[in-house]
């Protein structure tokens, strides 16, 4: 067997989220994923340190959405950054992935380990955020609450993204969110 | 040995924690709390459930804030309702139990299997109140926005409550952190 293989990546991720959700992510091994992608364990290893990865990548999400918060310009507002952050998702969150993406939901859902380890990455991802804000010069408290309200545009749209009576591309559906938590936070009194 | 024990919940708590930040959470049992408190195991296990319960205790913080929210006036505003929920932790969060929760924090900090408990309980308290929200009429995204803001309130105002320089009152500082974040609020764009 070749030592490069097309698509590896992708294919032992559709691998591993079908078998997830046919037989539960703990009923899962490593080996079956790799077979089912028609390819081998250690393949599997050079794309992924364990299953839990397949799910939850290294970081890759937090990095996007601080980074474009650190490089939106420096006339933004704290808001006008999160905007920019929510940009930077849709570039990678096309219409090619939300199947997938939905799927993941489903699988994370129902294993309670994993719904734990979404929660950690929710709160690195706030940390994050929190940490770019204060990079372009916000202050705190206004930093902490800009990136806890920036998670919170990005999770409605996430939601409203992978639901299946959904249409529109997830740029579409953040900068909506995003409209509609700023008109609610008139609302907070 | 008396089935009733004065104080036997607080002697419990305090002796878990003294044994935690000595010796580690994971490396103490059950029968050394009871030994340390003077009591007996069964002592213990009719006050809390295993030691972890020791620590987050069963959900009372959730049904404090969210009941607050409830009991509102009607004519409270989300953040004027988020007020009344801190001013009801501040009537549980009396000087007396400052070094304790002091404690708490730290042992939580030095443990991933405590963090991760710490960050369901977020998401269960920002549920809570996020329905408590919705029965008032307060609607989506209003509702969970003002349960998000309410939540980082209450965590800024814990962390300066229990730092070792502060020495005022819980309620005093989460007046002081809610009406900053109402300020940051403004500055968001």
Known sequence: MARWEPNAHERLASAAIELFLQQGYENTAVAEIAERAGLTKSTFFRHFTDKREVLF????????????????????????????????????????????????????????????????????????????????????????????FGYLAFENAFKRWIDPAGRDAFGEVAREELESLREAITELG
Request: proline fraction near 4%.
């Open 57 to 148: 990548g290294r970081d890759e999400l937090s990095r996007l959405l601080a980074g474009a918060i650190t490089a939106a310009p420096a006339s933004a507002t704290p808001i006008g950054a999160i905007g920019a952050a929510l940009d930077a998702a849709a570039a990678v969150f096309g219409p090619e992935r939300r199947d997938w993406a939905r799927n993941r939901q489903a699988v994370i859902t129902a294993t309670s380990e994993l719904r734990e380890r979404e929660l950690l990455k929710r709160a690195s991802l706030v940390e994050a955020m929190t940490g770019a804000m204060r990079e372009r010069g916000v202050r705190d408290p206004v930093a902490g609450l800009a990136a806890e």
